[in-house]
């Protein structure tokens, strides 16, 4: 299981880069545009100059040629860039496409096991199922993750599964359990991971008993 970061904001990926815990970066248009950057191809190199794992960089484009043409583009930036790539007719064409050429590619959008399995077959490397987002519509987010995992699995598709659209640290916990590779996780979150009330008042009491024996 790895941990990715989930955000376009620089100074977060700094911070969490020192941790030792973060192996790549997802953005999208919305987090790159939350930055007010308006140059995506100098935030991902940035992005890329600090994190070494694959950096996931999404295209807009909706037709496939021109989908194929950007995606070549943004796989240009740098050399551990991944595409996203949003599940659709044109997608899976350019998925497909770009597969030959080894570009690699991040099926992004995703939430069914049918788009899952579809990304799959057509190539992708990662698969991303959002889960925050189909919980918000009072779906169970994670019990797809555990289905595309088991039907990966049980069909041998060497397609990654990452948990997206991760909302709170019980997402990244169920998603471990369920079996999927990698959890992309906004900064929050991650922070949120380190912490446990019970070690806050286990780091005071040792300070406490330390300082107590102290003349
Ligand atoms: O990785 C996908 C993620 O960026 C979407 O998250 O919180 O906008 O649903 P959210």
Redesign the pocket.
């Known amino acids: 299981m790895r941990i990715f970061l989930?955000?376009a904001n620089v100074d977060e990926i700094r911070q969490a880069a020192k941790l030792g815990v973060i192996s790549g970066v997802?953005?999208?248009p919305?987090?790159v545009a939350k930055e007010k950057r308006e140059d995506m191809k100098a935030v991902i190199q940035e992005i890329s100059s600090i994190v070494d794992g694959p950096i996931?960089a999404e295209v807009l484009s909706l037709e496939p040629e021109a989908m194929i043409q950007e995606a070549r583009e943004v796989s240009s930036w740098s050399p551990n860039v991944v595409v996203k790539i949003p599940i659709s007719a044109s997608g899976l064409e350019a998925i497909s496409v770009l597969s030959k050429e080894r570009v690699k590619t991040n099926l992004?959008?995703c939430f069914s096991l049918n788009q899952a399995l579809l990304g799959a077959i057509a190539g992708a490397t990662y698969i991303?199922p959002?889960?925050?987002?189909l919980d918000?519509i009072g779906h169970d987010g994670m019990q797809l993750v555990s289905e595309i995992v088991e039907v990966f699995d049980r069909y041998k598709l060497p397609s990654q599964v990452?948990a997206?659209?991760?909302?709170h640290p019980l997402h990244v916990s169920v998603a471990a359990q369920a079996g999927a590779h990698i959890a992309?996780v906004?900064y929050t979150v991650l922070m949120q991971m380190i912490k446990h009330p019970l070690t806050d008042i286990g780091i005071s009491r040792f300070a406490e008993d330390w300082r107590s024996i102290q003349k």
């Open positions: 989930d955000t997802t953005t999208n919305s987090l996931s992004t959008l991303s959002f889960v925050g987002r918000d990452i997206a659209s991760i909302r992309t906004p």
